[in-house]
């Protein structure tokens, strides 16, 4: 049974240092932290039973550095279960579940870790390590058996499949560690103890959970692929819709284009012509628009990050609904064409990697769900900002939308840049092979106009260069005064 054991001991190494290495490697490709730390845990466990493994390595190390390992015995035993708990943050997923529990648990890691090293290093430097056996034993080891109870509860309020695993491999562990502490301070006479070494219970449980934690590190990775071609192929499919609805909507926009130029002086289809060119408009910045969002948020898909592949996903999807829905829709609340300049404005800004500091700044007696106007009829405006007063500038990109009521009966809405000015703008559009059109800012200005036809005020457009104190063009400003009666 002896030689058993300290062939058993000696297995035990090389299985964690393979396991190690593997852990790592899979860290490398995978980047998924649970790798990492668990390779860490790992390690120190590794470390923490060289000196309690008899083998010829071990009384080789032992002979130059045995009063280094006698040193680090309990401190060593204190940080691998703070990376333990580390890991189980990660193999769980407990931010995505409850980050508020997420970032006291990281809290109390961090404290912990602190008190333990410093309380270490004081018994280590003035008391010889008399009392840093006490510390563990008395007081850390029942605050971590307390604290292990969180995982538990974790484990039983949030079904998931990987919860076995971690639940059998955790289990096992604190069994086997708890009977191994017990055997090393009581040792009576059984049937167990003259032949198995306290510190092999231990060793039992290291085995039992190293082994069905990696498979179960295996079994998370394999659900994270599965997971991952299933959102690809979700994105594939979503692509080729949107590019069978462009298609669609090109086909549609011909065949409308033709009928209206043979019947393009007719008044009586003036009002169904403006609602075709704001088709034509949103088809247009489809394919540029719709291009460079998709081309972003891929490069969030690849590189694994989920929160903000989804979360512009869903942006875009809105976004693009509006779009599609703007021809139906003859007015919209001015709080509704708030929301979609600002849902334009964060899918724009991905490809200036959120450079732009985009602001909306509403007076206190404007009431935005009251007042109507023709829908996304501000987004040509805000685009003319950022490709004519922003483009071209390195940093310190900022765009102001301000609201309020000049008198009674009239709205200013002021759209202002801090860009390069339009004279320095029309000089560099005017050296590009390609210029953009203002067919946009055109058919804006036709849609005020037929909006407000019955009102008694006409609606006033007015572009203003904005100069600084030393007679330098700063940006932009583009002011709408709308009546409201």
Excluded at 39 to 61: D, G, M, S
Excluded at 109 to 120: P, R
Excluded at 439 to 453: A, M, P, T, V, W
Aim: hydrophobic fraction near 45%; aromatic fraction near 16%.
């Amino acid at each position: 049974m002896t030689i058993f054991m300290l062939d058993f001991g000696t297995w035990l190494q090389g299985i964690l240092f393979i396991l190690t290495v593997y852990h790592i490697s899979a860290y490398i490709f995978t980047k998924d932290k649970s790798f990492g730390l668990y390779a860490i845990y790992l390690f120190l466990v590794l470390v923490y039973l060289i000196p309690k493994t008899p083998n010829h390595f071990k009384e080789n190390l032992l002979s130059n550095h045995r009063e280094f390992f006698n040193a680090i015995n309990w401190i060593i035993q204190i940080w691998y279960w703070i990376i333990y708990a580390l890991f189980s943050l990660y193999f769980l997923s407990i931010e995505s579940k409850n980050s508020l529990l997420y970032n006291k648990i990281i809290r109390y890691l961090i404290y912990t870790a602190f008190i333990s090293t410093l309380f270490f290093l004081i018994d280590f430097v003035y008391y010889n390590n008399t009392y840093i056996s006490f510390y563990f034993i008395f007081f850390f080891t029942p605050i971590s058996l307390l604290f292990i109870s969180v995982f538990f509860y974790i484990i039983y309020k949030y079904k998931d499949p990987i919860n076995s695993f971690y639940a059998v491999g955790l289990g096992s562990f604190i069994l086997f560690s708890i009977i191994s502490l017990y055997f090393s301070y009581n040792n009576p006479n059984t049937f167990l103890t003259p032949h198995i070494k306290p510190i092999s219970f231990f060793k039992i449980g290291v085995l039992i959970e190293a082994t069905v934690l990696s498979i179960g590190l295996g079994y998370k990775y394999h659900i994270y692929r599965k997971e991952k071609e299933s959102f690809n192929q979700q994105l594939i499919v979503q692509l080729q819709k949107n590019e069978k609805l462009k298609d669609l909507l090109n086909e549609q926009l011909s065949e409308q284009v033709e009928m209206f130029q043979i019947e393009q002086l007719e008044t009586a289809y003036k009002n169904e012509i403006n609602e075709l060119k704001l088709s034509s408009l949103l088809s247009q910045m489809n394919p540029h628009f719709i291009f460079n969002a998709l081309n972003s948020i891929k490069l969030f898909v690849i590189d694994n990050d989920k929160t903000k592949s989804t979360l512009y996903l869903n942006k875009f999807s809105k976004l693009i609904r509006k779009i599609l829905d703007a021809p139906k829709v003859k007015k919209v609340s001015l709080a509704d064409e708030i929301a979609s300049m600002k849902l334009y404005m964060s899918l724009e800004n991905i490809r200036f990697s959120n450079q732009i500091d985009f602001d909306v700044q509403v007076a206190n007696n404007v009431d935005l769900y009251s007042i109507k106007i023709p829908s996304l009829v501000l987004q040509p405006f805000i685009e003319n900002a950022i490709w004519y007063g922003l483009s071209s500038k390195k940093n310190n990109k900022k765009i102001r939308m301000s609201i309020s009521r000049k008198e009674k009966n009239s709205l200013i809405i002021s759209i202002e840049d801090n860009g390069i000015g339009r004279e320095k703008a029309i000089k560099i559009n005017a050296k590009k092979s390609i210029n953009r059109e203002h067919n946009g800012l055109h058919l804006s200005k036709e849609r005020l106009q037929n909006f407000y036809k019955g009102f008694k005020n006409k609606y006033l457009l007015v572009y203003t260069d904005l100069i600084d104190n030393k007679g330098k063009v700063i940006g932009t400003k583009v002011s709408l005064q709308l009546p409201l009666i």
